[in-house]
Nanobody, 115 residues
Framework: QVQLKESGGGSVQAGASLTISCTTS?????KAWKWHRQAPGKQRELI?????????SYADSVKDRFNIYQDNAKKTVYLQMNNLEPEDTAVYYC??????????WGQGTQVTVSS
């Protein structure tokens, strides 16, 4: 059973940086990591993807401010968030996709940005 654990959320002021992370119990067969977020009253939004081959993609709302990267030795994906805005306030969820399995989700971590 794959388990994901997120960490690193918190409250910051606008313009600050914050890095959140997600660690998996299983790295074998992992084909992509994804970060999603869900703001109050809004639908969950896919914001960043990194494949096993290190290809990345970002939603327009976070492009040029957020950076997704992975450390396979630590079985961990990171989301470095720079120049945070109040509109980035949300619960952030990691998602791990494996070959031949349903995707797994982290428990979510709250990021709050005040103006």
């Amino acid at each position: 059973q794959v388990q994901l654990k997120e960490s690193g959320g918190g409250s910051v002021q606008a313009g600050a940086s914050l890095t959140i992370s997600c660690t998996t119990s299983h790295i074998i067969g992992l084909k992509a990591w994804k970060w999603h977020r869900q703001a109050p009253g809004k639908q969950r939004e896919l914001i960043a993807v990194i494949t096993a081959g290190d290809s990345t993609s970002y939603a327009d709302s976070v492009k040029d401010r957020f950076n997704i990267y992975q450390d396979n030795a630590k079985k961990t994906v990171y989301l470095q968030m720079n120049n945070l805005e109040p509109e980035d306030t949300a619960v952030y969820y990691c998602n791990a996709e494996y070959w031949g399995r349903n995707p797994y989700w982290g428990q979510g971590t709250q990021v709050t940005v005040s103006s």
